[in-house]
């Protein structure tokens, strides 16, 4: 009978962890996402420093120098399908002007601004950037188009708007 019960016991604590594991896995996700959001928001201006630093240094677009970037409130968290890593999509209007003896020189439209989503990625804990623009997406566009590779998280909807807060 000692044995029945203990059996019993065992069933019913297995049943509560099986019933609680996955609560306990979205809470600790979510708390790593709010924990990413935070420190994407405190971190923010010295991202976009390093945004722009890597990114003026690719000699890309052929032709053009990056003057500056004016950067936007507007910011989507997504995670990335393959690697389960946090990443942000922030909204930047982005400033050119052709270098000299460039075949971009004559050209009209290289003062035009372009808008672009820079991509930010969080990498145990801590953000970074390979200086990437994805241009001419807003960033929910880019969340959006980007489908496959990532997941929009659920708590940025809520979060990204005051997200350029420091």
């Not at 971190?43 to 890597?54: G, S």
């Not at 990625?121 to 990437?132: D, I, L, N, S, V």
């Not at 807003?138 to 659920?154: D, I």
């Amino acid at each position: 009978m000692v044995w029945l019960i203990a059996g019993v016991v065992s069933l019913a604590v297995l049943a509560g962890i099986a019933l609680l594991a996955p609560r306990l896995a979205q809470r600790t996700l979510q708390r790593e996402e709010q924990r990413a959001i935070q420190e994407f928001r405190h971190r923010r201006e010295v991202l976009e420093a390093r945004f722009f630093e890597l990114a003026s240094a690719t000699g890309k677009p052929r032709g053009l120098r990056w003057k500056h970037c004016d950067w936007k409130d507007a910011v989507r968290f997504a995670r990335e399908v393959e690697s389960g890593e946090i990443a942000a999509f922030a909204a930047v209007e982005i400033h050119f002007e052709a270098i000299a003896g460039s075949d971009m020189e004559d050209v009209a439209a290289v003062g035009d601004v372009r808008d672009a989503s820079a991509v930010f990625h969080c990498h145990e804990g801590q953000w970074g950037t390979g200086g990437k623009a994805l241009f001419n997406m807003a960033p929910e566009l880019a969340v959006e188009r980007l489908a496959g590779q990532y997941t929009p998280l659920r708590i940025a909807e809520n979060e990204s708007a005051s997200a350029r807060m420091t």
